[in-house]
């Protein structure tokens, strides 16, 4: 498997797990509309997983499709690290402290993972950011 | 040979007036995610609001939904064009309008018209930010504007690329944020079954509704051939448009209005979602929603530009239109004497006058060309490159924009029910298949005038 390739699912299993951490701190730490953080993050999940799912099937040596299906999927999350950012901290989820603050670290993370892996792919494959 | 490739040089930048050529071209999602970055904006939330005071939760459903379709249905039409012709909407209108009269239409449709909806936008903006954050200096209404103007500058000016980045970076975030505050929002007041029960002032028909809803979007649905030209096979452009409209158009008509039923009038999504604390939301959706739109008007306006006066470039344009309506948008913001109500009117006037062009463009397309003129092959119907002559002016398309401009400007004060939007787009249709058929039958001229394009495409 070619080394680009591996970054990638490497990249997108842990964003899947980023989003699994902000499912169940969502669950755990908002006391109200505790659905709302949930089945965003679900929502996420899923979108990163069908991502990782067009990566896996794209074939060995197919470099410009691999930059072209993982520029795309990386868009969608690195966007979706807003909603945790932004969202998190809404006074009517009474979010706990620490919930929030892990919150507010996993959209960073995603953000800033989002960036590099971005540049990454660019810079690997010559593909358009805005492809 | 069918759609052979003539060398042009890109003198203007971004393809404004040549073929964006093939390795330029980008994906379905890419477009989808600029269309929905258009969408992605308060104005279309508010716009949904003010139909709770005609409608009730479930008329608003079906009115978004119907409605979204006909739009839908246009737009695969005149973006389809766009994928086959790989030229911006004000080029495409050279063949069905002559030079001279693509430089006029292009000008009301998006060279003036768009730039004074960049400049409304962007006084807006001023405004959002100014009730989000109210107390701090960089948020009046008139310095926000400013940095809020020269934002969305900056996405117009590098072109295309910039716009699709800055959507594809706002638009998933945008479109989960908004449904989020929305259920919240119904929650507190009162949930679904309240929701259910609202009932507005007034009624309407369905009818009125459905053309309340093409009328929002019927100008974004004409210029979609600015964003479908660079669609890799010709469909795509089109197909994202109608996803884009037909599912997502909806869900932002409903945040509004659904809202609007339960709350007191006046009182909108932002004042919820502030009195909720989500107030890095707001901010977020505000900024990037408000730059993700107003950035395209700018930049299609600047398209239209180019194809109206020769020797300056696109990027020059931006400056020029971005510069001027950003300070338009300060001055209303400080009260200098510009009426915002004026500039309204005005841009409302003008909208009145772009369905018959939308109706113009179909019929030449899907009709004139193939079957008065025989030119078959989609993917050879507009020929474009240097060398390529066009009338200076085709009349009866001409004449079409003209005759159904008044009927449209006329229709509401003599049948209120039949939207003007429909009646223009059916006119503008009509007279130009008719008068073309009248033409090629009875061997009349159709052109007055020749014009020969330039090496730069001009």
Redesign the interface.
């Known amino acids: 498997m070619g080394s680009l390739k591996r970054f990638v699912m490497v990249v997108f299993s842990i964003t899947s797990l980023l989003f699994i951490i902000g499912a169940i701190v969502g669950y755990v730490g908002a006391t109200n509309y505790t659905i709302h953080l949930v089945a965003f993050s679900v929502a996420g999940l899923l979108l990163t997983l069908a991502s990782l799912a067009r990566v896996t099937i794209t074939p060995e040596g197919a470099t410009e499709r691999l930059g072209e299906v993982s520029v795309q999927g990386t868009w969608i999350w690195t966007s979706l690290s807003l909603v945790y950012i932004t969202m998190s901290p809404a006074s009517i989820y009474g979010t706990h402290p620490w919930a929030l603050a892990i919150l507010e670290v996993v959209g960073f993370v995603m953000l800033a993972f989002g960036a590099y892996t971005l540049f990454r792919i660019k810079r690997d494959t010559g593909v358009y950011l805005s492809i | 040979m069918v759609n052979q490739e003539k060398k042009t040089e890109d003198y203007y930048g971004d393809f404004a007036v040549v073929r964006v050529p093939e390795h330029e071209r980008?994906?379905m999602?890419?477009q989808l995610?600029v269309f929905l970055g258009v969408l992605a904006v308060w104005a279309a939330v508010f716009g949904g609001a003010s139909m709770a005071g005609i409608m009730d939760a479930w008329e608003i459903v079906w009115a978004s939904v119907l409605g979204s379709v006909v739009l839908g249905v246009i737009a695969f039409l005149i973006g389809l064009i766009g994928g086959y012709a790989s030229v911006p909407t004000y080029v495409i209108l050279r063949h069905s309008m002559g030079r001279f009269g693509s430089i006029l239409t292009g000008l009301v449709l998006s060279g003036i018209s768009a730039a004074l909806w960049f400049s409304f936008e962007t006084w807006l903006f001023g405004v959002i930010m100014q009730e989000t954050f109210p107390n701090f200096v960089l948020t009046k209404v008139e310095i926000a504007a400013i940095w809020g103007g020269l934002l969305m500058m900056s996405t117009a000016l590098i072109g295309?690329?910039?716009?699709?980045?800055l959507s594809?970076?706002?638009?998933?975030?945008w479109f989960?944020?908004i449904p989020?505050a929305l259920?919240?929002a119904i929650?507190?007041h009162g949930g679904w079954g309240a929701l259910l029960a609202a009932q507005p002032a007034h009624h309407v028909s369905l009818a009125t509704g459905i053309t309340f809803v093409i009328g929002l979007y019927i100008v974004g649905a004409t210029i979609a051939p600015d964003v479908t030209r660079y669609s890799r096979r010709p469909f795509d452009g089109s197909i994202a448009w109608f996803i884009h409209v037909v599912v997502f158009m909806p869900i932002i008509l409903m945040a509004g209005g659904w809202l609007q039923l339960l709350v007191p009038a006046g009182r909108t999504l932002v004042a919820e979602m502030i009195g909720?604390?989500?107030i890095?939301?707001v901010?977020?959706t505000g900024i990037v929603g408000q730059w993700t739109t107003n950035d395209n008007n700018l930049y299609s306006a600047s398209l239209a530009w180019v194809n109206a006066v020769p020797r300056i470039k696109r990027s020059i344009w931006v400056l020029i239109l971005g510069i001027i309506g950003t300070a338009v948008a300060a001055m209303i913001g400080m009260g200098y004497g510009i009426s915002l109500s004026a500039l309204l009117q005005f841009g409302t006037l003008l909208g009145t006058f772009i369905p018959p062009i939308t109706g113009v463009m179909i019929a030449d397309f899907y009709l004139v060309q193939p079957f008065l003129l025989n030119r078959r092959n989609p993917r050879g119907r507009y020929e474009f490159g240097p060398g390529t002559i066009y009338g200076s002016l085709r009349w009866p398309g001409f004449l079409g924009w003209i005759l159904g401009s008044i009927i449209a400007y006329y229709t509401p004060m003599v049948a209120p029910q039949m939207p003007a939007a429909i009646s223009g787009l059916l006119a503008g249709f009509f007279i130009h298949l008719i008068l073309m058929a009248i033409c090629v039958a009875g061997r009349i001229p159709y052109d007055a005038g020749k014009w020969r394009e330039t090496e730069t495409g001009w």
């Open positions: 980008r994906t999602m890419n995610m295309y690329r910039g716009l699709s980045a594809y970076f706002v638009v998933p975030a989960a944020i989020m259920v919240a929650s507190v909720m604390g989500m890095w939301a901010l977020l």
